[in-house]
């Protein structure tokens, strides 16, 4: 028989901090919590299990599930020694969501279960002096929550409700409104529920308790909760865990409080015990940014030793779980009670500077700091930061929420956001305060600034985890979203307005402030050297320039994997030669341009080589998309038709002709050189003078010769000959003695099914991804980004197979290809050049298919070494 | 060591009939032939090894290889009397190419080997009367042919003389030039060859010899054989075989004569011996068409008893090779010498009677009969004859050398004959006689038209061996190369103008004769019903209408494994629905245009499943290139916006929207399904409800819905769920009782890799190997046309992967899916429906994949039962 309900309270728990599958993040750690001794309210967990059974019945509940409930309610009665529906001092719960992965806001909550017009009365004798106010607000907000959460009344409806109370009352704020006032606010809403769902208020305890439970088994479906799965690349997860949790009060007057603290800072790692609190205050209103909450160190101004017993638990939780902690509190009548903890989401910075610091403190290993860093989140200490002697015109200041820079367009709402980032733009998205519906729009912009909330406030945790820059809480802002438009101080924002936030500082500056380039050092560079230790993958980068060879050279890359030539063909002093060797209709033209674009490609070599100086560099030859050469306006064509001695027409007649139907299957890569051999001829050449010049100089050229989009041994077998044959002259002629290797890209599947005939000739493979999945899957990725979105979010393809390679499908090319080149040329290199090779989750599949190195743009270097690492961890556990 | 040389003569051979490989078809023959007592003059072969090892060493011999020709020579001499090179009574020979594939007129020959200044007197000596001129005739030809051959001298530098001495002489032809004239033109010609040389004519016979012997060698890789290789899809051949064989002379008198024989008619496949002889010629006299022969039956006239003597060696011939033959025989001196046999080339008409009637003389067996018709030739019994009942206006009459109808527009060279044709017109070569140069021309010509030339000239050989319908010998007709006209009677026909030739009555006709469908009866009939007990993989047919399917039924298709959709949709009465389907911008809009095209959908699918009555029938659902149905012109766009009530504007925006960079790779197939799925919706009802009209009548439809371009499992799983779910109602509605399987298309490579995902929820897979050879080569048909004439010109693709399916690459991803699908579903139905599957090669791929059924064109059906018997057969042996 399966088990449903795992209970936790009096120092024991039936579950750990093992158990998250089971019972999600947040039920586990309250288990494990109970066990090591801190206070926890006691409750008990339904399963995920439990969650996935229901959803799987259509609703229905298992016949055991609702007696198993009742027999734990019964214990955490024992423990607490109340009772669950008594007119006397009540005992009351709360029902939470908790998945095995965190999803901060996505699902549902219900509090105060067990409240009804009889067991209020039992809080208010049991009361302080305001009680019954207390009593009635807490009412109020079961019908509230269980209203919106359980039985579907709209959420606006009772805020209109409290809106009113609140004019007739003539106060401000709900916690102006009086006993009586909250009084008649619950018969409003009694009345709200009547009339939106038909029948009365559910008055039975257990009847609350099981609508709640099975809407927050719901909620595990709802949109928002799939879209934020979608997003956070969220997979094989069952369903929720149910938390059923005694209710403890830090609203019940000003010896309580609310708070959450972190226990590092959140955005930069200092390791400082860093949160906020309000007085009088149930959790929800920090989390909601309603009211702006105080900084943790201030407690014992209004709860005095409150915060040593807080740096105890934080000492402890530190020890237990070796990582940041993310914990929420509640005292209730000065008594510490701890609600959650989880780790805690960081900025990239703070997760290396956090990593690093720990192994130093003796908490972690390096292993397991070379883990516990997510190897995107690196991307946030490669890109630019404001240039610190840029003018700032700064309007404004809010709270360093989550650190970059960021410049966009301002945008008023999610919607706008997403609409205008899919045209191209970019957006800072400007909000009061942000809430679990502005995900998407969040997801695209640039950065994020609220006029509300603190840094624990939702705009700052999920601009954190996204890595977007956000400053929050900043109280001068004030929008008009009707207008679209926002006042900061003096000055009036309009919408598609140019704005730069620095999230590190807080500042709102006006206009496109200037960055400069991130260096890699400190912590940075301390991790990136525990990784080296840790990986066997090699890291090369794409660059097609000195300066980009350069940079990732200084990123750690250890050679150059994909070199294309053919975008150094668009420079302003080679498109026309290049026109007009594309449009030659006979060799001698083509010849005469090939010997104008020699001494310039041997120049972009050299350069490249001398970059590399030591390291490999993969030259792809010239594999063109046509028509991206092509002369298209009538101008271009004169002027080309000009310099060839031609009719204009004549150009236009051979730019039509040379027009594809499917440029992308068409006249492409090794195909244009077996056409017309004479153009790699040529880049052969520039590459061997080249590499005899370096040596010449001192510098140590290894070159690395890649044919592009070969479907068939004979073509590649086709250029190696000829390249080995012509090779004793150019080495002569060019004063070149060190190796040079001849392989290919695998990007045709042909290639990759008929890969040991293929390596027969090859002395290296390097996938092209990218052209590999468009190929594979049949899909131009120049013709299907919107269905793609639409296949990601129907579950159609798991994730983006652009994005992230797609393993049961091209991978299996892959790691086919990369068995049977091996086994037909035994030690064969082979390598990985397509985007893929900067995806964390791609490198994983590269290392476990004994790939020896990926190659990918310089900024994600750092990225790929990390991820090339974790894979090595994951496959020696 | 390596044995380089093979002897025959005097009733003994060292090679047998089963050496072609080693020995070419002609040495292995003439070996055979000996061995059974045939009379032919003795020689020997230099075996196909001594050909590849000289042409792998660039031309140089091998150290033993002209020792064991002079010991075989010795051989040669005694058993002939006479010795190589003496002036009294010389040995003369014949030196003759010959591969394991007749490849006629291709390679090179020379005769009279051993004729010198000195030897030719031996022949004076030795002979008749006439002796002298027939001593200074050999000398000439053989001076011309091994300048021509093996010295490289023009051709046409030798007519030019020949030309020169007959109008000096004041004659006609060369046969009326005196003993005197041809020592002239012997001097002449050696002087010639010492003019472009530079060096005297070889007078050494052993040189003679030697330098003929590499000449043959050499004419392996002439480009002439090169092409003919690559045409007639011989591969794997390692070179020519060369025969050197004593000379017998049919020129030396009256009672001398040459001649070429079939077994049995090879246009019509009667057993009748038929051929053609020349008194006192030589051999290529006949096969030239210099001089028109006479019927063979005429042959007791000249020399009387040889009929009878050519009757029974045509019946031991075929005795012992079971099998029509194509013999060359020489009269010296009365005595009759058999020069050569081999299996007779036979159109398609006659290669399926001449199995069957073999069969019923006890000669082969069944399954020999089906084995020896190429299942290509039977196109010719399956193309349209002309219509009986039509006006003919025919303008003249010639031999009916190769059977078919043909028109097409007259041209009057190779060359123009491929330009025109490259051009897509169909043309019919007229040429005097037809040479190998000509053999591009003919290869793409509808019809062939020759002058002068009997059945067995070049192009009756060459057309019968085609298919190509052919009339030769139409002695009306001359030809005015230069001005492009040609005279036949009274009229004069230019290039460009209509004619229509009946290759089975020899008539020519002026215009474009209609023609009429052909029937599967009779002898074509027996060999199916043979093949059809030999195999076990079943054909099915891809047809679109009532129309093909019933014509395809008639050929003996099982089922339809292709019926397209979208091809539906262009008709008259419903393009315009369908172009407001596509860029509806609303589900009501879309629904409205579905709602059309429901009815005739309908009716198409009533349709065919009537022509199909108990025969399953593939049903594949829309799988649009959109842009095919996109209105292009302002004209259309205008009308569509009326229909729609939308601005022309709009309609020119939303086509522009739709336009795709890569349409192959974009929003074609299921992907539509699945962004709109209402109108597979509208398919499937139409599927259902037509199935139910016709049990209602008593037909039974067997429908199998066929889910396009799918990529990954869960696109066929999201219209599998659909379509199951919606099935009991449709039943209901539509009052269908019998089967409805649903399936998918295999022609995107990852579904072939991951196939037994797709596997776990498909009824059947169907292989579209057009697309995945498209993808899984990354070559766009449409762009790549010219490329890969290029590549297999070039070799770097054995054939082109369109017209007969890439084995290696393509061909893994079908085994692979085929055995991954099976394993995940046992019994799994797997066919294919590419154009592939009604290529015999790729037939025979596809048997031995374990595929259940072919499907291909009408046409091709009895094509592709024929080819799939051979496999079964072949697989047996």
Redesign the interface.
Known sequence: MTRWTYLFGDGKADGSGRDKALLGGKGANLAEMTRIGIPVPPGFTLSTDSCATVSAAGGDWPDDLWDEVLSALARVEQWSGRRFGAADDPLLVSVRSGAAVSMPGMMDTVLNLGLNRDTLKGLVQAGNPDSERFAWDSYRRLVQMLGDVVLGVEHEAFEAELHRAREEAGVATDAELPAEGLRHVADRFEALVREHTGAPFPADPHEQLRLSISAVFNSWDNPRARKYRQLNDIHGLQGTAVNVQTMVFGNRGDNCATGVCFTRDPSTGSNEFYGEFLQNAQGEDVVAGIRTPRPIDEIDSVLPGMLQQLLDTKERLEAHFKDVQDLEFTVEDGHLYLLQTRNGKRTGPAAVRIAVEMVDEGLIDQATAVRRVEPSALDQLLHPTFDPSADRHVIGKGLPASPGAACGQVVFDAAHAEEWAAGGKTVILVRKETSPEDIGGMHVAKGILTARGGMTSHAAVVARGMGTCCVAGVGALSIDAGARTARLGEHVLAEGDWLSLDGSSGEVMLGRVPSVEPVLAGDFRTLMQWADEARTLKVRTNADTPLDAARARSFGAEGIGLCRTEHMFFGEDRIAAVRRMILADNPRQRQAALQELLPLQRDDFEGIFTAMDGLPVTIRLLDPPLHEFLPHTHELQEGLARTLGWETAAVTARVAELA????????RGC?LG??FPDIYDMQVRAIFEAAGRCENKGVTAVPEIMIP?V??A??LD?FRKRIRNAEPALRRDAGFSGPVLVGTMI????AA??AG?VADVADFFSFGTN?LT???????R???GA?LS??VA????ERDPFMSL?Q???G??VSLATEEGRAARPGLKVGVCGEHGGDPRSIGFFHRTGLDYVSCSPFRVPIARLAAAQAALEAAR
Chains 1, 2 share one sequence.
């Open positions: 594809e139907a499917n440029p992308m299957l068409g006249i195909r077996i056409l989009l479907g068939n004979t073509e086709f990007e045709v599947p042909r099914l008929t005939e052209d468009q190929m594979g899957l049949g899909l131009s120049d013709d299907t269905l639409h296949y129907a579950g159609l393809y797609d049961s499908g091209v299996r090319m």
